[in-house]
């Protein structure tokens, strides 16, 4: 059974940055996409990075140039870990922030695509100004 668990979530000033943390695991193959998502008190969910699983990554406009991802394979396929650095943090960036798994046979899954079929519980990210 596949699992998603987020940590490494906290509350820093604007200017500063935070680093995530996502292992996956109960992979039964190669080919599944990833990305992170978060959601702002009294907002949709968004996305913030997809990832297909042959490691091409999208950003979304509000991210790029600012968040950045790592993702790393366990050698048999069954854990995937994906870390999301977060830089110059603003107070807009607070919010819920989750880790999704997709099995993803075609190869990608687009930017902003929410049905991904396993989910974190999420970890909290407070900007203050």
Known sequence: ???????GGGSVQAGGSLRLSCLVSGLTDSRYCLGWFRQAPGKEREQIVAV?????TTYADFARGRFSVSRDVSGDNTKNSLDLQMNSLKPEDTGLYYCAADRCPGGMRPLGYLLMDFWGKGTLVTISS
């Not at 297909?52 to 091409?56: A, L, M």
């Open 1 to 7: 059974q596949e699992q998603v668990e987020e940590s």
């Open 52 to 56: 297909d699983y042959d490691g091409e």
